[in-house]
């Protein structure tokens, strides 16, 4: 069951999970309607994961076995409405913890983030245990999430299972009001209008992921040996880091008249707290954690693949 399947992440993991296990055995649900693509190709029901009831029913009805749950104000949306996001992405966490623990769906899957880490946390190659002093709503959510994801596996012998991811960059779906959005919007203008706007400065330097490498290690993760695991808070996971301003000279190198401004706004905060880089060693260690797409290779396929949607 995939929690928040008509997001960014959740409409292209659904897909995915149907190739490995069958289109029938892989449940999408959202409060809002999903792709076509998702819709179309197995089971999609509404449901609101803040109704623990009905999440409930829907575990035991359909013997779901493995929970991804995926739903959350993202970083940037979340400073606009701080309680309202607080109180989502935490009811929505331990909703399906609780849920977990009360059915047989014992295998979960949560999303943490880079936003754990604040501005005291070392920024190059920020390890895996270090200072962890958030700033932001998403940040502080994310923290909590892991502790009590950890607890619950100790205390009720859930099998949670965590990463945290960098800024994702697909070009499937709209961006969903994140910090690190400018690397999906800058792709879109530059094919649509040949310039962007960027809304952080150009040397700010933050960890990126292609959605392909996302998701793979998502399943490549939930996939792995329980007792082969050494943490069960999230795991780092580095993907690539680069500036706004080496995402356009790469740009340039298919797009020569692409120009790019900057305003930066109240996300610039955000990501001044935020890591360079990333130190994923744990998770290479303990389940093999890869990344396939480099900057040439993702800003290449994401130009290729713009293009081919706005046609």
């Known amino acids: 069951m995939v929690i928040g399947s008509s997001g960014q992440i959740g409409s292209e993991l659904v897909l995915a999970l149907r190739k490995i296990y069958g289109d029938e055995n892989v449940y999408a649900t959202d409060i809002k309607y999903p792709p076509k693509e998702v819709g179309r190709s197995g089971p999609f029901q509404i449901l609101d994961v803040l109704d623990f009831n009905n999440l409930l029913h829907f575990l035991v009805r359909y013997k779901i076995t493995q929970v991804y749950n995926l739903a959350a104000v993202l970083s940037g949306n979340a400073e606009k409405i701080p309680l309202q996001a607080w109180d989502i992405n935490m009811k929505a966490l331990m909703n399906t913890l609780e849920a977990a623990h009360q059915s047989d769906a014992k295998k979960l899957f949560w999303p943490s983030s880079i936003a754990v880490f604040g501005p005291t946390t070392p920024r190059e190659n920020t390890p895996q245990l270090t200072v962890m002093e958030p700033n932001t709503v998403y ?7 892991e502790r009590w994801g950890e607890y619950y596996h100790h205390r009720y ?52 992921m ?18 082969k695991l050494s943490l069960r808070s999230a795991y780092n996971m580095a993907g690539i880091s680069f500036t706004p301003e080496q995402l356009a000279q790469e740009i340039r190198k298919h797009i020569p008249e692409f120009k790019i401004t900057y305003k930066p706004d ?37 130009l290729e693949k713009v293009k081919e949607k706005l046609q």
């Open 157 to 208: 012998g859930v099998d949670f299972r965590s990463v945290r991811y960098p800024g994702l960059i697909s070009y499937k779906t709209e961006p969903g009001g994140g910090t690190t959005d400018y690397a999906v919007e800058i792709f879109f203008s530059a094919v649509k209008q040949g310039s962007y706007e960027c809304f952080l400065s150009e040397d700010t330097a933050l960890p990126m």
């Open 210 to 227: 292609f959605m392909d490498d996302a998701i793979a290690n998502t399943i490549r993760l939930m996939q792995y040996d329980d007792d």
């Open 139 to 145: 940040g502080i959510s994310k923290v909590a999430g």
């Open 266 to 302: 109240f996300r610039q905060a955000i990501a001044d707290s935020w890591p360079k880089s990333i130190d994923d060693s744990t998770a290479r260690n303990d389940w093999g954690v890869k990344t396939e797409y480099d900057l040439e290779k993702m800003t290449t396929v994401m």
